[in-house]
């Protein structure tokens, strides 16, 4: 989740705080360009990123999809259409993943699963 500068700090309170989540915050690591401050929360079976983005003025919702091929998946995406939309956000370099988009424009992230530890 994308999260303007001004509602960061509440929104990681009601995950934190309010829902009870477990969070971690991640500053400092290598994190998206563009990106100043990321918490990630146990969403249940899932991982939910808050990201605060200062140029935001709304937040946006981008979504995360685990694979243990990429490559794979990307071909896969590519015989439905699907092209990589890369332009969206650099990514470190270490990082081994395609940002897509679904018909409605909703952002996902294609990337490699990570290990359970």
Same mark, same amino acid.
């Given at each position: 989740?994308?999260?303007?500068?001004?509602? /960061?700090?509440?929104? #990681?309170? /009601?995950? %934190?705080? #309010?829902?009870?989540?477990?969070?971690?915050? &991640? *500053?400092? *690591? =290598?994190?998206? @360009?563009?990106? $100043?401050? $990321?918490?990630?929360? +146990?969403f249940g079976p899932n991982r939910l990123w808050l990201d605060e983005v200062p140029?935001?003025? %709304? $937040?946006? #919702?981008?979504? +995360?999809? $685990? *694979?243990?091929? #990429?490559? !794979?998946?990307? =071909?896969?995406? !590519? @015989? !439905?259409?699907? *092209?990589? %939309?890369? =332009?969206?956000?650099?990514?470190?370099?270490?990082?081994?993943?395609?940002?897509? !988009?679904?018909?409605?424009? &909703? &952002?996902?992230l294609v990337a490699q699963a990570r290990d359970p530890d």
């Open positions: 989740m994308k999260i303007p500068t001004a509602q /960061f700090d509440q929104t #990681v309170a /009601f995950y %934190r705080d #309010v829902l009870g989540l477990p969070a971690e915050d &991640v *500053t400092g *690591t =290598e994190i998206a @360009a563009g990106v $100043s401050r $990321s918490v990630g929360v +146990e140029n935001y003025s %709304r $937040s946006d #919702v981008w979504l +995360e999809l $685990s *694979t243990d091929d #990429v490559p !794979a998946a990307m =071909e896969r995406l !590519a @015989a !439905a259409g699907i *092209t990589p %939309r890369d =332009e969206l956000e650099p990514l470190p370099d270490t990082m081994r993943a395609h940002w897509i !988009a679904n018909p409605a424009g &909703v &952002v996902h």
